[in-house]
């Protein structure tokens, strides 16, 4: 499986936007990219998933790289509930996504 | 819709004994997952259904392990006999397969404390 690359831990400020980096240097033509959250003592939750545009939910926005190597999650004014460890995984399509160790976003009042 | 149902959210046992864990995926789903969760190692995906079939149980780690989905609106995962090691939340998640840009949904988890 194609890996990612996150920070681990990132701090912001309350109803700032938070952009959450991820590279992913070695996506294929075909793999999707996709993040998820994991807020405390719950199971992942979907954010937004892209393939090669732009793409914006009312969750977030994701900013997808030209080359497709790195992908930006846009959290437009951060609240205290957004935080949680957030994932950007790719998916070749068979669904079997491999979570890594995600980046944990802490969001100051 | 109530989600991906799973039971029991805790469940606290003694070595050597046998758990079973129990997943409702979302109705109309037809791909399922199995999930574990430690702090050491992460979410670690250890099986996937698609059509009530086993595609890939590669990460099953022995085979003290098994799962099974009778059919579609329910699945179970095993252990026995249980270890201390066994220790996690497990999670299970569906979703309806196609192209590769599917969500996955998952459950709240099952809290397994094996002492």
């Known amino acids: 499986d194609a890996k990612t690359t996150q920070p681990n831990s990132m701090e912001s400020n309350e109803e700032e936007p938070v952009h959450l980096p991820c590279n992913h240097s070695?996506?294929?033509?075909?793999?999707?990219i996709h993040w998820y959250r994991q807020l405390p003592s719950q199971g992942p939750e979907y954010v937004i998933h892209g393939l090669t545009s732009n793409v914006n939910n009312r969750m977030a926005s994701l900013a997808i790289a030209e080359d497709r190597k790195s992908s930006t999650l846009i959290l437009h004014r951060a609240t205290l509930r957004d935080a949680a460890v957030y994932y950007c995984?790719?998916?070749?399509?068979?669904?079997?996504?491999?979570f890594g160790k995600g980046n944990q976003v802490v969001v100051i009042p | 819709d109530a989600g991906v149902i799973q039971s029991p959210r805790h469940e606290v046992t003694e070595m050597g004994q046998e758990v079973t864990l129990r997943c409702k995926p979302i109705?109309?789903?037809?791909?399922l997952f199995w999930y574990r969760q430690t702090m050491m190692r992460g979410l670690e995906l250890l099986i996937y259904?698609?059509?009530?079939?086993?595609?890939?149980d590669s990460g099953m780690p022995e085979d003290r392990f098994s799962a099974k989905m009778p059919n579609a609106s329910f699945s179970t995962l095993k252990i026995q006999p249980s270890e201390p090691r066994d220790s996690a939340v497990y999670f299970c998640?569906?979703?309806?397969?196609?192209?590769?840009?599917?969500?996955?949904?998952f459950g709240s988890g099952t809290q397994l404390s094996v002492l």
């Open positions: 070695t996506i294929s033509g075909t793999d999707y």
């Open positions: 995984i790719l998916s070749d399509g068979n669904n079997r996504l491999a």
């Open positions: 998640a569906s979703s309806i397969t196609g192209t590769g840009n599917e969500k996955l949904f």
């Open positions: 109705s109309g789903h037809n791909s």
């Open positions: 259904f698609n059509n009530n079939v086993p595609i890939d």
